[in-house]
């Protein structure tokens, strides 16, 4: 329990103090082609398999599942979620309602956590900045202040 703790209060800070939103401006570009389904590459490279050991080598399997129980979404909403940021699709309202239920803490450092791994890495720089602003978009647009249909 002490370090599954110690994992979630280290990736709160990291969250925080890393990426402040007020520091990123949109310029609008999606980062990847978005005539194109995301797709989750399939293949595995000795290098990529290394690389993302190494990363999580700190963490023992047990924290990592309990972070992933805790905070990830549904496939098909990260998904959305995923193609809004990198492609800027807008994500439907029951995804980003799922995602506001996880939280804010949860959305920030799944984004860290999967733009931290060797195939989406090349993405990290403009992708992680982007995930503020779909958060609050989507807090924007269906949060508890979102005027009822």
Same mark, same amino acid.
């Given at each position: /329990?002490g370090?599954?703790?110690m *994992?979630? +209060?280290t990736?709160?800070i990291?969250? +925080?103090?890393?990426?402040?939103? !007020?520091?990123?401006e ?5 980062i990847?082609?978005?005539?194109? !389904?995301?797709q989750i590459p399939v293949?595995?490279s000795p290098e990529?398999?290394?690389?993302? @050991?190494?990363l *999580?080598?700190?963490y023992s399997?047990?924290d990592?599942?309990?972070f992933?129980n /805790?905070?990830m979404m549904?496939?098909?909403?990260g998904l959305d979620i995923?193609e809004? +940021?990198?492609q800027?699709?807008r ?5 980003c309602?799922?995602m ?7 959305h920030?450092a /799944?984004? @860290?956590?999967? *733009?931290s791994?060797?195939e989406?890495k090349?993405y990290?720089? @403009?992708a992680?900045p982007?995930?503020?602003?779909v958060?609050? !978009?989507?807090? !924007?647009?269906?949060?508890?202040h979102?005027?009822?249909?």
């Open positions: /329990m370090k599954t703790l *994992f979630l +209060m990736l709160f990291t969250t +925080m103090v890393t990426y402040p939103t !007020r520091a990123y949109d310029d609008g570009e999606p990847v082609d978005p005539n194109n !389904r995301l293949g595995e990529a398999n290394d690389y993302n @050991r190494k *999580f080598k700190g399997g047990r990592l599942k309990h992933l /805790m905070c549904s496939w098909e909403c995923y809004e +940021m990198l800027n699709k994500s439907s309202d029951a995804c309602l799922e506001l239920e996880k939280g804010k803490d949860c920030i /799944m984004a @860290r956590f999967w *733009f791994l060797y989406f090349q990290a720089s @403009r992680i982007k995930s503020y602003v958060w609050n !978009r989507c807090y !924007r647009d269906v949060g508890p979102a005027p009822s249909a």
